[in-house]
């Protein structure tokens, strides 16, 4: 049986949990959608969140889709309740997924600045794990710059540099990156933190808990990534988002060009 598949975010964030999804199955046709108009949301009001999750909820829901995957953070902490009761579908998450796999007791949170606001990623590890304390650093340039079509490493080593030394000097024994984006600066990051202290994506609990929930038909491999049945669509600069999906997943997929805002 092949499954209909969505997944959102503002932008390249959502290739994190893309890539995690097709390095373990190929049995599912998948809608990924860019809102490239109003990247990055990390820096938008809780009530701007909401308005964007009922106009995703829109778009999807004619899509017949099994299941959503909500790639972005930022949705997730603000507007998950609505993703839920819109689509009536199964909505698979970042922020409660890898809450369920924390090991330590000091834990670093590295996320968007709405994200941090809304202190859903604290209030829900710190309610399921006892003696667990959550320490929130807000990242509000690294989306800015992941985004353009020639990343600055220079500009980006100095901010991973500011926004990690908050977090070192609190001791912490994990890092999670809350913010989809982030996974794809994974190696900047991981040489600026000591080689024992764990840095957790998100991304892996979540298409683990997808993957426990549909079972992979006996026609599905895993090991070789294929993007053959994904479709991308995104709300404006459809060829720049082509060249982004071109470096990042080294193809040439065709974009789609869609409006989501029911009053444009």
């Known amino acids: ?49 909401r308005a964007i999750a009922k106009e ?6 004619d899509k017949n889709l099994d299941a959503i995957l909500v790639a972005c953070n930022t949705t997730n902490a603000c507007a998950l309740d609505i993703l839920e009761n819109f689509l009536d579908i199964p909505c698979f998450e ?24 809304s202190s859903y990623y604290k209030n829900i590890i710190e309610s399921k794990n006892q003696n667990v304390k959550v320490i929130q650093q807000e990242c509000p340039e690294f989306v800015n710059e992941i985004e353009k079509l020639n990343p600055d490493l220079k500009k980006i080593n100095l901010l991973a540099d500011l926004y990690l030394n908050s977090l070192l000097k609190e001791n912490i024994d994990e890092i999670i990156l809350g913010c989809s984006h ?21 991304s892996i609990s979540l298409i ?7 079972k992979k038909s006996q026609k599905s491999s895993s090991g070789i990534i294929s993007y053959d049945k994904v479709k991308f669509f ?19 997929k065709k974009i789609r060009l869609v409006n989501l805002r029911s009053n444009d």
Do not use: H
């Open 1 to 49: 049986m092949n499954f209909k598949i969505g997944i959102f975010d503002s932008g390249i964030g959502g290739f994190t949990i893309l890539n995690s999804l097709l390095k373990t199955r190929n049995d599912f046709e998948i809608y990924y959608l860019a809102d490239t108009r109003r990247v990055p949301y990390g820096n938008k009001s809780f009530d701007q969140i």
């Open 182 to 202: 982030y996974p794809l600066i994974y190696d900047i990051l991981r040489n600026k933190v000591p080689s024992d202290l764990k840095i957790i994506d998100p």
């Open 56 to 61: 995703i909820c829109v778009w999807f829901g």
């Open 234 to 252: 995104a709300t404006s600069k459809n060829e720049e988002f082509a060249l982004k999906v071109k470096f990042w997943l080294e193809i040439n």
């Open 94 to 117: 970042l922020i409660n997924s890898v809450s369920e796999i924390i090991t330590k007791e000091n834990i670093g949170v590295l996320a968007t600045p709405t994200t941090i606001k």
């Open 208 to 214: 683990k808990k997808f993957n426990n929930s549909f």
